[in-house]
C-alpha cells in the first residue's frame, strides 16, 4: 500500500472575477471547491492511474469531514487523526485581474494526537510506500520527517520526500527511494546559481551520494531530470499543451513516477511527466485521460 501524509490539508476555494476591488463588496464570476495538500494531490492522481493508496494526516472541523469526504469520493482510502479542535484551513484564491492567495493557519496539532499519526505508521510494512510532502506546519515538531523516517526505518519501508532545504538534507542518510526537488529548491540547499542542466545533474548527483536513491529534478516548463540509483542520468523533456495553472504539477510527477517505477525509470520518468503536464494543463489536478493522452505523445 501507498501511504501519503498530509500535516495540514485544505480546502482550496477559487473565485474567479473580472475585477476585484478591495474594500468594497465584489461578486464572483464562478467558484470551484479543490481538496488539497501536497500528500493528498499525490493521492488524488494515483487514484486517476488507478492504484489505491491510504491518505494519512490531520483534519479537524466540518472542513476536515469535507476533506475527508471528498477524498474517499475520489477513491483513497483515509485514516486520518480528527483533531477535537479548531478547523482544517481554506485557502481562499482570488482569481482576477491579478491573483490574490490568503491561505490559512490551520488547526493546532496536540502531542497526543501526534502520538495518534505514529501508531498508524507504526503498522507499515515492507513493501509499502510512504510519501512525505511539503513543509512542516507550525503546530509540529520542525525534525518531524527526520523522526518519522527514524522510526520506520530498517522496517523495508520505501520513502518518497517532497521536500526542501534542511528538511530534505536531514533526511538522505534514510535512503530515501525517492526525492524530488525543483531546481530552485537545489540550487536553494547548496546556495549555488544552477543554469544549465549539466550543472543540475552534479548537484543531483550530490544528493544521491549523500543517501537519496533516485533524485528527480523537475523544471517546470523544462523538465525534469532524473539521476537514477546507479547514477545514470536521465531527462525527458515537456508535454505540450496550454499552461492553464501549474500547481501541483510536481506533486503529479511524484505520483506518476511512484506509479511507474516498477516497469524502469524511463517509464517512470515518462508517467511522471505526463502527470504534471496534465496538471500544468487543466484547472485541477491530472486527469486520466489527459495523462494516457500525454504519456502517448511522449512515447
Ligand atoms: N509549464 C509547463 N509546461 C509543461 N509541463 C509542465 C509545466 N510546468 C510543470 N510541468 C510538468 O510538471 C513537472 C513538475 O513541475 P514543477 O517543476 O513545476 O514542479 P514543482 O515546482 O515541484 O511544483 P509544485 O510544488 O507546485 O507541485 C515538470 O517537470 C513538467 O513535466
Ligand atoms: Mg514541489
Known amino acids: 500500500m501507498i501511504y501519503t501524509v498530509t500535516f495540514n490539508p485544505a480546502v482550496d476555494y477559487v473565485v474567479r472575477a473580472e475585477k ?43 472542513t476536515g469531514c469535507a476533506i475527508e469526504q471528498g477524498v474517499l469520493d475520489a477513491g483513497v482510502e483515509t485514516e486520518f487523526v480528527h483533531l477535537e479542535k479548531g478547523f482544517s484551513r481554506i485557502n481562499v484564491k482570488l482569481k482576477s485581474e491579478q491573483e490574490t492567495e490568503i491561505n490559512g493557519q490551520g488547526p493546532d496539532i496536540g502531542e497526543e494526537a501526534l502520538a495518534q499519526l505514529y501508531e498508524k505508521l507504526d503498522r507499515l510494512k515492507s513493501g509499502d510506500t510512504l510519501v512525505l510532502a511539503g513543509s512542516v506546519p507550525k503546530a509540529l ?12 526505518s530498517g522496517k523495508g519501508v520505501r520513502f518518497v520526500v517532497d521536500a526542501s532545504g534542511q528538511l530534505l538534507m536531514n533526511v538522505l ?18 546556495g549555488v546559481k544552477l543554469t544549465d542542466t549539466e550543472q543540475i545533474a552534479e548537484y543531483a548527483e550530490k544528493l544521491r551520494e549523500m543517501g537519496a536513491q533516485n533524485v528527480l529534478v523537475s523544471m517546470a516548463g523544462d523538465g525534469a531530470l532524473l539521476v537514477d540509483e546507479n547514477g545514470s542520468v536521465r ?25 511507474g517505477a ?19 494543463f487543466s484547472d485541477g489536478l491530472a486527469q486520466r485521460k489527459d495523462i494516457d493522452r500525454l504519456l502517448e505523445e511522449l512515447k
Request: proline share 3%; hydrophobic share 40%.
Open 141 to 152: 515538531p520542525s525534525d518531524i520527517y527526520e523522526s518519522i523516517l527514524a522510526r520506520l
Open 235 to 259: 531527462r525527458c523533456g515537456v508535454c505540450k499543451g496550454t499552461v492553464r495553472n501549474s500547481v501541483g504539477a510536481g506533486d503529479s510527477m511524484v505520483a506518476g513516477f511512484v506509479a
Open 20 to 62: 476585484i476591488i478591495s474594500g468594497e463588496v465584489n461578486r464572483s464570476d464562478s467558484e470551484e471547491i479543490y481538496f488539497g495538500g501536497k500528500g493528498i494531490n499525490v493521492s488524488l492522481v494515483l487514484a486517476q492511474l488507478g492504484i489505491k493508496s491510504c491518505a494519512l494526516g490531520f483534519v479537524a472541523g466540518f
Open 173 to 190: 542518510k534514510y535512503r530515501p527511494f525517492l526525492i524530488k526537488p525543483n531546481d530552485k529548491e537545489l540550487s536553494e540547499m547548496f
Open 262 to 280: 516498477d516497469k524502469g525509470y524511463d517509464y517512470a520518468l515518462r508517467l511522471g511527466t505526463a502527470c504534471g503536464g496534465a496538471t500544468a
